[in-house]
Protein backbone atom coordinates (compact mmCIF):
# COMPACT_ATOMS: atom_id res chain seq x y z
CA UNK A 1 0.00 0.00 0.00
CA UNK A 2 2.50 2.47 1.13
CA UNK A 3 4.13 1.41 -2.75
CA UNK A 4 0.87 2.80 -4.35
CA UNK A 5 1.24 6.52 -1.87
CA UNK A 6 4.76 6.92 -3.40
CA UNK A 7 3.93 6.09 -7.05
CA UNK A 8 1.19 8.38 -6.75
CA UNK A 9 2.89 10.81 -5.06
CA UNK A 10 5.60 10.56 -8.20
CA UNK A 11 3.39 10.77 -10.30
CA UNK A 12 1.62 14.21 -8.89
CA UNK A 13 5.07 15.68 -8.88
CA UNK A 14 6.05 14.63 -12.02
CA UNK A 15 2.48 16.33 -13.33
CA UNK A 16 3.23 19.38 -11.39
CA UNK A 17 7.47 19.85 -12.90
CA UNK A 18 5.57 19.45 -16.33
CA UNK A 19 3.08 22.23 -16.26
CA UNK A 20 5.35 24.43 -14.37
CA UNK A 21 8.21 24.24 -17.44
CA UNK A 22 5.62 24.30 -20.50
CA UNK A 23 4.28 27.52 -21.30
CA UNK A 24 0.32 27.96 -21.35
CA UNK A 25 -1.81 29.21 -24.29
CA UNK A 26 -1.16 32.74 -23.26
CA UNK A 27 2.39 32.71 -23.83
CA UNK A 28 2.05 30.64 -27.36
CA UNK A 29 -0.33 33.47 -28.70
CA UNK A 30 2.17 36.23 -27.79
CA UNK A 31 5.21 34.62 -29.46
CA UNK A 32 3.22 34.16 -32.62
CA UNK A 33 2.49 37.93 -32.49
CA UNK A 34 5.96 38.99 -31.67
CA UNK A 35 6.90 36.59 -34.71
CA UNK A 36 3.96 38.44 -37.04
CA UNK A 37 5.41 41.83 -36.30
CA UNK A 38 8.78 40.85 -36.80
CA UNK A 39 7.79 39.64 -40.27
CA UNK A 40 5.69 42.64 -40.98
CA UNK A 41 8.77 44.48 -40.15
CA UNK A 42 10.90 42.33 -42.46
CA UNK A 43 8.87 42.86 -45.22
CA UNK A 44 7.71 46.44 -44.84
CA UNK A 45 11.55 47.53 -44.99
CA UNK A 46 11.84 45.27 -48.56
CA UNK A 47 9.39 48.01 -49.69
CA UNK A 48 10.98 51.26 -48.34
CA UNK A 49 14.07 53.09 -49.70
CA UNK A 50 15.71 51.31 -46.55
CA UNK A 51 16.60 48.63 -48.82
CA UNK A 52 18.78 50.89 -51.02
CA UNK A 53 20.84 51.38 -47.28
CA UNK A 54 23.96 49.25 -46.58
CA UNK A 55 21.65 48.38 -42.86
CA UNK A 56 19.36 46.49 -45.32
CA UNK A 57 20.82 43.27 -44.98
CA UNK A 58 22.23 43.36 -41.57
CA UNK A 59 19.14 44.36 -40.49
CA UNK A 60 17.05 41.50 -42.35
CA UNK A 61 20.08 38.83 -40.76
CA UNK A 62 19.21 40.15 -36.99
CA UNK A 63 15.12 40.20 -37.39
CA UNK A 64 16.02 36.39 -39.25
CA UNK A 65 18.18 35.48 -36.11
CA UNK A 66 15.52 36.83 -33.56
CA UNK A 67 12.97 35.30 -34.83
CA UNK A 68 14.84 31.80 -34.87
CA UNK A 69 16.09 32.26 -31.47
CA UNK A 70 12.04 32.88 -30.82
CA UNK A 71 10.98 29.71 -32.33
CA UNK A 72 14.04 27.70 -30.82
CA UNK A 73 13.40 28.80 -27.42
CA UNK A 74 9.44 28.00 -27.24
CA UNK A 75 8.13 26.18 -30.00
CA UNK A 76 10.99 23.66 -29.63
CA UNK A 77 11.24 24.34 -25.87
CA UNK A 78 14.73 24.74 -25.48
CA UNK A 79 13.94 27.37 -23.38
CA UNK A 80 12.19 24.93 -20.49
CA UNK A 81 14.76 21.80 -21.29
CA UNK A 82 17.49 21.08 -19.21
CA UNK A 83 20.82 23.19 -19.43
CA UNK A 84 22.52 20.27 -21.14
CA UNK A 85 20.29 20.76 -23.99
CA UNK A 86 20.86 24.07 -24.41
CA UNK A 87 24.65 23.87 -24.22
CA UNK A 88 24.78 21.11 -26.96
CA UNK A 89 22.23 23.11 -29.67
CA UNK A 90 23.54 26.79 -29.11
CA UNK A 91 27.44 25.69 -29.18
CA UNK A 92 27.66 24.02 -32.95
CA UNK A 93 25.16 26.61 -33.47
CA UNK A 94 27.78 29.43 -32.38
CA UNK A 95 30.54 27.50 -33.77
CA UNK A 96 28.89 27.64 -37.35
CA UNK A 97 27.75 31.48 -36.76
CA UNK A 98 31.42 32.01 -36.21
CA UNK A 99 32.55 29.87 -39.23
CA UNK A 100 30.43 31.80 -41.33
CA UNK A 101 31.05 35.03 -40.67
CA UNK A 102 34.78 34.07 -41.00
CA UNK A 103 34.45 33.14 -44.68
CA UNK A 104 32.61 36.09 -45.06
CA UNK A 105 35.15 38.01 -44.26
CA UNK A 106 37.73 35.44 -45.92
CA UNK A 107 35.61 36.05 -49.34
CA UNK A 108 34.76 39.64 -49.31
CA UNK A 109 31.31 39.59 -48.49
CA UNK A 110 32.27 41.37 -45.40
CA UNK A 111 35.64 43.24 -46.61
CA UNK A 112 36.02 46.50 -44.99
CA UNK A 113 37.57 48.84 -48.06
CA UNK A 114 39.87 51.22 -45.90
CA UNK A 115 41.65 54.12 -46.98
CA UNK A 116 41.52 54.52 -50.80
Known amino acids: MAH ?3 HADAADHGAEHA ?10 WKVAL ?3 VITVV ?3 IYYTPFRDSKLFVPALLTMS ?3 FAIVVMFYMHLKYD ?7 FTGPL ?12 LF ?3 ALHLGG
Open 4 to 6: DAS
Open 19 to 28: EEHHPQWSTY
Open 34 to 36: ILS
Open 42 to 44: EVW
Open 65 to 67: AAK
Open 82 to 88: HKLFRVL
Open 94 to 105: LIAIGTLTGLMF
Open 108 to 110: GKF
